[in-house]
DNA sequence: CGGGCGTGTCATGTC
DNA sequence: TAGACATGACACGCC
């Protein structure tokens, strides 16, 4: 989640820069509080909606299994499972990181900067000078700076090697070369071929954006955000003369003519979603320095890491568009990003087949999406079983946690009750005559399930209620509490005889052994009294050592039985916690499907602003004329090392072909 | 009559 | 070490 977080955070942050470059204003706080709560929520933290209660813990501390080593072991494995379930769920949909790399160049108004200093490879020239080029060469350069481009990208030489030698000799080569050659009004006379025209317009203004620049880094360093300083050094673009300029001047020997800004945006790091930037740096076919119009970042960034070089133009620009030309770029530009949008869709479609995959409806999934805007949370069915079953859980642990406690409380209370119906005298009672008369069932539960736990177990059964608390069978009539034996009179003998058979039915076996075995004592003592005053009693009483053995194995058995109905108790508990985990489980991933699907939401939006700014970056170019580029004819490029590259439309629909059969070959 | 279910019991292990 | 406890396995009875 950090990782996302980071993400998200500097994508943000880094489109917002892209954006305000041009002068959208992006109010990220927007973003943060109403427009996109995932965003919010990703970037905040998450929200107390969204925390999850520990169940399991909860269970553990409120009722009376929280002791159980077991019971806990579970509940740390499940909840483990349901952070693994989570993070699962969250490594199929990774947002991409947008990095954003973009500078100015300014070109000198003068128009002193010539095009016939030697030069790496990037290439400003006029736009005739790119379309004669285009035609040339194209082949023989095209292996040399895919080369070029697979180097290291600080090397700016490497961006755009050197190629022939007429034209390396007549076109800069990097932006190095172009930032310092701004500032500069003594160029040497062979810079003048303005090679920067082409992209250069006189309509940017240039302080504006460097307040807007300046604004950002402030955030930036705010956030500690891990912006590249060559990023900002490439972004900023400083008139001459700006004491800010030093660091941020065009190369001397850069051709820059007019006092036009260039912005070169990136957006890195969309390793997935954002296809836009294919990989394949290395594997993409540039045409020659002298037919580009690229603007080489003076320090690369990792972009090779984050993504390739693209042809933003084959992305941008169907290729059934090259024949309508206009020259007048901006709103009439075709759809850049086609291709992006068509990847957010690609994307949904995945998210389908997660859904899918993991047993989600796919009309779920759709219906997700549709209530993103209600933010009504999804409509499982979650009343009916959580409910019902946090009421039994309730009641379980209400009553296993008495139960936990049942155990002494039943101890001391059949202690005190041995002690009402036990005497010494009780040794000379006839223990036949005391059958008829008591006949304390300890097998209670098997009419009241689960039972064991309530101090007066025979409650629920009223028709037993005259032996309730009466654990003395084998005790003389005489010797039992009048008041809870009907009336002597009132019974006729007929029914006292069916009662006893009955109650001497629902004795136990152990009941039965002892009563054959003439034990002077209950077996609820026998189970129930603790040690030491289990063996006091025995002591008082001269028993056989087969008395003894069976007295033992009554105790034994007794609170083996206990310890059965406990373990079946936890057992069933558990399978309860189960139940509940799962719809919680199922609760977590259908919001987090839905997370899902907002942030594909927001993706999309930022594709449809990168597409605008496509649009205005392309928009505001223009050539040695001052007229615009016809986006029938050019097109931008987007390559490895996060330089943007002017480029003819045919070149840039050969390599969007290209680059369509890679992944394709790839899949075989 | 067979299967599910609840329960009791035994054996075993743990504390 | 004895006792208490937990639990799997089995048997048994009931429905």
Same mark, same amino acid.
């Given at each position: 989640?950090?990782?996302?977080?980071?993400?998200?955070?500097?994508?943000?942050?880094?489109?917002?820069?892209?954006?305000?470059?041009?002068?959208?204003?992006?109010?990220?706080?927007?973003?943060?509080?109403?427009?996109?709560?995932?965003?919010?929520?990703?970037?905040?933290?998450?929200?107390?909606?969204?925390?999850?209660?520990?169940?399991?813990?909860?269970?553990?501390?409120?009722?009376?299994?929280?002791?159980?080593?077991?019971?806990?072991?579970?509940?740390?494995?499940?909840?483990?499972?349901?952070?693994?379930?989570?993070?699962?769920?969250?490594?199929?949909?990774?947002?991409?990181?947008?990095?954003?790399?973009?500078?100015?160049?300014? =070109?000198?108004?003068?128009? *002193?900067? *010539?095009?016939?200093?030697?030069? +790496?490879? @990037?290439?400003?020239?006029?736009? *005739?000078?790119?379309?004669?080029?285009?035609?040339?060469?194209?082949?023989?350069?095209?292996?040399?700076?895919?080369?070029?481009?697979?180097?290291?990208?600080?090397d /700016?030489?490497?961006?755009?090697?050197?190629? #022939?030698?007429?034209?390396?000799?007549?076109?800069?080569?990097?932006?190095?070369?172009?930032?310092?050659?701004?500032?500069?009004?003594?160029?040497?006379?062979?810079?003048?071929?303005?090679?920067?025209?082409?992209?250069?317009?006189?309509?940017?203004?240039?302080?504006?954006?460097?307040?807007?620049?300046?604004?950002?880094?402030?955030?930036?360093?705010?956030?500690?955000?891990?912006?590249?300083?060559?990023?900002?050094?490439?972004?900023? $673009?400083?008139p001459?003369?700006?004491?800010?300029?030093?660091?941020?001047?065009?190369?001397?020997?850069?051709?820059?003519?007019?006092?036009v800004? @260039?912005?070169?945006?990136? /957006?890195?790091?969309?390793?997935?979603?954002?296809? /836009?930037?294919? !990989?394949?740096?290395?594997?993409?076919?540039v045409?020659?320095?002298?037919?580009?119009?690229?603007?080489?970042? $003076?320090? $690369?960034t990792?972009?090779? +890491?984050?993504?390739?070089?693209?042809?933003?133009?084959?992305?941008?620009? !169907?290729?059934?568009?090259?024949?309508?030309?206009?020259?007048?770029?901006?709103?009439?530009?075709?759809?850049?990003?086609?291709?992006?949008?068509?990847?957010?869709?690609?994307?949904?479609?995945?998210?389908?087949?997660?859904?899918?995959?993991?047993?989600?409806?796919?009309?779920?999934?759709?219906?997700l999406?549709?209530?993103?805007?209600?933010?009504?949370?999804?409509?499982?069915?979650?009343?009916?079983?959580?409910?019902?079953?946090?009421? *039994?859980?309730g009641?379980?642990s209400?009553?296993?946690?008495?139960?936990?406690?049942?155990?002494?409380?039943?101890?001391?209370?059949?202690?005190?009750?041995?002690?009402?119906?036990?005497?010494?005298? #009780?040794?000379?009672?006839?223990?036949?005559?005391?059958?008829?008369?008591?006949?304390?069932?300890?097998?209670?539960?098997?009419?009241? =399930?689960?039972?064991?736990?309530?101090?007066? !177990?025979?409650?629920? @059964?009223?028709?037993?209620?005259?032996?309730?608390?009466?654990?003395?069978?084998?005790?003389?009539?005489?010797?039992?509490?009048?008041?809870?034996?009907p009336?002597?009179?009132?019974?006729?003998k007929? +029914?006292?005889?069916?009662?006893?058979?009955?109650?001497?039915?629902?004795?136990? %076996?152990?009941?039965?052994?002892?009563?054959?075995?003439?034990?002077?004592?209950?077996?609820?003592k026998?189970?129930?009294?603790?040690?030491?005053?289990?063996?006091?009693?025995?002591s008082?009483?001269?028993?056989?050592?087969?008395?003894?053995?069976?007295?033992?194995?009554?105790?034994?058995?007794?609170?083996?039985?206990?310890?059965?109905?406990?373990? %079946?108790?936890r057992?069933?508990?558990?399978?309860?916690?189960?139940?509940?985990?799962?719809?919680?489980?199922?609760?977590?991933?259908?919001?987090?499907?839905?997370?899902?699907?907002?942030?594909? %939401?927001?993706?999309?939006?930022?594709?449809?602003?990168?597409?605008?700014?496509?649009?205005?970056?392309?928009? =505001?170019?223009?050539?040695?004329?001052?007229?615009?580029? $016809?986006?029938?004819?050019?097109?931008?490029?987007?390559?490895?090392?996060?330089?943007?590259?002017?480029?003819?439309?045919?070149?840039?629909?050969?390599?969007?072909?290209?680059?369509?059969?890679?992944?394709?070959?790839?899949?075989?």
């Open positions: 989640m950090l990782s996302l977080k980071k993400y998200l955070t500097e994508g943000l942050l880094q489109f917002t820069i892209l954006l305000s470059l041009i002068g959208v204003r992006v109010d990220v706080d927007t973003y943060l509080t109403s427009q996109l709560p995932p965003l919010r929520e990703i970037i905040l933290g998450p929200s107390s909606a969204y925390t999850q209660t520990q169940f399991h813990n909860l269970r553990n501390t409120l009722d009376g299994y929280g002791i159980h080593p077991k019971s806990i072991d579970l509940d740390n494995y499940f909840t483990a499972r349901r952070l693994l379930s989570q993070v699962r769920a969250l490594d199929r949909f990774q947002v991409p990181t947008t990095e954003v790399n973009a500078w100015l160049v300014h =070109r000198d108004p003068e128009g *002193s900067v *010539s095009g016939s200093q030697p030069s +790496s490879g @990037l290439a400003l020239e006029s736009s *005739s000078g790119l379309q004669d080029v285009t035609g040339t060469d194209n082949g023989v350069r095209e292996s040399e700076t895919e080369q070029g481009f697979s180097e290291d990208l600080e /700016l030489g490497a961006v755009a090697p050197p190629v #022939s030698g007429d034209l390396t000799k007549e076109f800069p080569a990097d932006i190095s070369s172009l930032t310092e050659a701004v500032p500069s009004e003594s160029e040497p006379p062979g810079l003048q071929n303005n090679l920067l025209s082409p992209l250069l317009t006189g309509t940017e203004s240039p302080f504006d954006l460097e307040q807007q620049w300046q604004d950002l880094m402030s955030i930036m360093e705010m956030q500690a955000m891990e912006v590249n300083t060559s990023t900002s050094e490439i972004l900023y $673009s400083a001459p003369g700006d004491p800010l300029s030093a660091n941020y001047s065009l190369a001397p020997n850069t051709p820059i003519n007019q006092n800004s @260039l912005h070169q945006a990136s /957006l890195g790091g969309c390793s997935q979603d954002f296809s /836009l930037f294919s !990989p394949e740096v290395e594997s993409l076919p045409a020659d320095s002298s037919t580009l119009l690229p603007l080489v970042p $003076s320090n $690369s990792n972009l090779n +890491s984050t993504f390739g070089s693209t042809n933003l133009a084959g992305l941008f620009f !169907p290729p059934q568009l090259n024949g309508t030309a206009n020259d007048t770029a901006g709103p009439e530009l075709p759809d850049p990003l086609g291709g992006l949008l068509d990847e957010a869709m690609l994307d949904e479609i995945s998210l389908m087949d997660l859904a899918i995959e993991e047993g989600f409806n796919p009309v779920q999934a759709s219906q999406e549709e209530e993103f805007d209600s933010d009504s949370g999804l409509s499982l069915d979650s009343s009916h079983s959580p409910s019902s079953l946090s009421s *039994s859980e009641s379980s209400s009553s296993s946690s008495s139960s936990s406690s049942s155990s002494s409380s039943a101890s001391s209370s059949f202690s005190e009750e041995g002690a009402v119906g036990y005497s010494s005298d #009780s040794e000379t009672l006839d223990l036949e005559e005391a059958e008829g008369a008591v006949g304390y069932q300890p097998e209670y539960s098997k009419f009241c =399930r689960m039972s064991y736990q309530d101090p007066s !177990p025979l409650s629920c @059964l009223p028709y037993l209620e005259h032996v309730g608390h009466n654990h003395t069978y084998n005790m003389a009539p005489s010797a039992l509490d009048s008041a809870d034996l009336p002597p009179s009132t019974l006729k007929g +029914s006292k005889e069916k009662q006893s058979d009955f109650l001497d039915k629902q004795m136990s %076996r152990d009941e039965h052994r002892a009563r054959a075995m003439k034990i002077p004592f209950t077996n609820d026998i189970i129930n009294l603790p040690v030491e005053e289990f063996n006091e009693l025995l008082k009483y001269q028993l056989s050592e087969a008395q003894l053995s069976l007295i033992r194995d009554i105790r034994r058995r007794g609170k083996n039985k206990m310890a059965a109905q406990n373990c %079946r108790k057992k069933l508990d558990t399978i309860l916690n189960l139940e509940r985990d799962v719809e919680d489980l199922q609760r977590d991933k259908a919001r987090l499907l839905r997370e899902k699907v907002e942030f594909l %939401r927001s993706l999309r939006q930022m594709k449809q602003k990168v597409q605008s700014l496509y649009q205005e970056v392309f928009g =505001r170019l223009r050539d040695e004329n001052g007229r615009p580029y $016809s986006p029938s004819q050019y097109a931008l490029q987007y390559t490895g090392d996060g330089s943007v590259l002017l480029i003819p439309r045919a070149l840039a629909d050969q390599q969007a072909r290209r680059q369509e059969r890679k992944p394709k070959d790839r899949r075989k």
